[in-house]
């Protein structure tokens, strides 16, 4: 990700208001440094139902829980993704005793602990890595755990134990600080969107276009990120790079790792015609039968495929489609 933020990112973690509360200093092993705490809050990650890379800050903070969309939130918060511990099972368990987990309480007032299920799963796998090591198999687990005996991951578990207090209490105001730093930011936001829709208006150009220029969607995202107004000042410094990259835009030359969208005009990269991006494909069956109609540039990837033995056909197929006509239209029997 970009760091060429207005605010450096150590930056976000003095200072600023709401201000993020500081790093649990605990002595398990595993990243717990400032610059890997900002991160894990502020620098994105995988959403930890379906590993898409998401922009998201997490959306529990106790069991650390990322999701990409509202789809992986809801089923990382169903039973696939939470272990509701109603049995026990875990209460007087070597890994209960260190796992992160909440605790439930239901309206008979029974209680429960709550854990990740991909927690126990990874500390299960852990653990099966230690046991092979004392048989002498050094086959590591392809999750990256330590080399540990068995020995020397009960010291670690340990730790974990002393840790979790400090660790949980961090998630607690974490989640106090995310929700009033979510709604300052839509404020915020709000005011640099009509900031740049003034400018946009000044320049006499679309809004929509200039919001998608990279460098714009760039700042944007930074500021409204540290909560921080975008100025007349930030505007000149980068305008001219504004400016030029929405007349290439405009001209359908998109800048560098954009895609187009549907009905964008795009720069046809074979030849210099214009093209509706959702035509392209199209286009280049008819006029460039040398090129590949399911990679081109700026053209967002289609999950369905052309035949590359028909290139004249412009027909797309599914991958198993794709086979079947293969089979019927191809195959050296028929
Ligand atoms: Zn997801
Ligand atoms: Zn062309
Ligand atoms: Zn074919």
């Known amino acids: 990700m970009d760091t060429s933020g207005p605010l450096h990112r150590e930056t976000y973690l003095e200072g600023l208001a709401p201000c993020v509360p500081p790093r649990p200093v605990v002595e398990a092993s595993g990243n717990y440094s400032q610059s890997a705490y ?18 998201l800050e997490p959306f529990h903070w106790i069991l650390r829980f990322r999701a990409c969309s509202r789809t992986c939130r809801d089923l990382l918060a169903s039973d696939a993704g939470v272990y509701l511990d109603r049995s026990k099972e875990y209460d007087n ?3 209960g005793k260190w796992l992160p987990r909440v605790q439930r309480t239901f309206h008979n007032g029974e209680q429960a602990h709550v ?20 048989r002498g ?16 991951l009960q010291q670690e578990y340990l730790k974990r134990e002393q840790s ?3 660790l949980y209490q961090n998630g ?20 640099n969107y009509e900031f740049v829709k003034l400018m946009s208006a ?8 200039i919001l998608r220029c990279p460098t714009m969607a760039r700042i944007f995202a930074a500021f409204n990120r540290d909560l921080a107004l975008l100025t007349h000042t930030v505007w000149m410094v980068n305008r001219t790079a504004i400016l030029m990259e929405f007349k290439y835009m405009m001209d359908g030359i998109l800048p560098e790792g954009t895609l187009g969208r549907r009905n964008d005009k795009v720069r046809c990269s074979y030849c210099p015609r214009l093209i509706k991006a959702k035509g392209m494909s199209d286009h280049v069956v008819d006029k460039h039968k040398d090129q590949n109609p399911d990679a081109i540039p700026f053209i967002p990837a289609r999950n369905e495929k052309h035949c590359p033995d028909c290139p004249d056909s412009k027909r797309v197929f599914t991958k198993r489609g794709l086979a079947d006509h293969k089979l019927h239209k191809h195959s050296k029997q028929s």
Not at 41 to 50: D, E, L, P, Q, T
Not at 123 to 128: D, G, I, P, T, V
Not at 202 to 209: A, I, P, S, T
Request: some cysteine.
């Open 172 to 191: 607690v105001d974490l989640e106090v600080w995310h929700k009033q730093y979510v709604s300052e930011r839509a404020i915020v936001s709000r005011k």
């Open 93 to 95: 368990h070597p890994l």
């Open 115 to 134: 854990y990740a299920a991909r927690d126990i799963k990874y500390a299960k796998r852990e653990q099966q890595q230690a046991y092979r090591m004392e």
């Open 164 to 166: 979790r207090p400090a």
């Open 137 to 152: 198999n050094r086959e590591r687990d392809p999750l990256g755990f330590p080399c540990r005996t068995v020995a020397q």
């Open 38 to 55: 900002a991160l894990f809050i502020f620098g994105g990650g995988s959403c930890n139902w379906c590993s898409k890379r998401t922009e």
């Open 202 to 209: 000044v320049e006499d150009k679309k809004l929509q276009g």
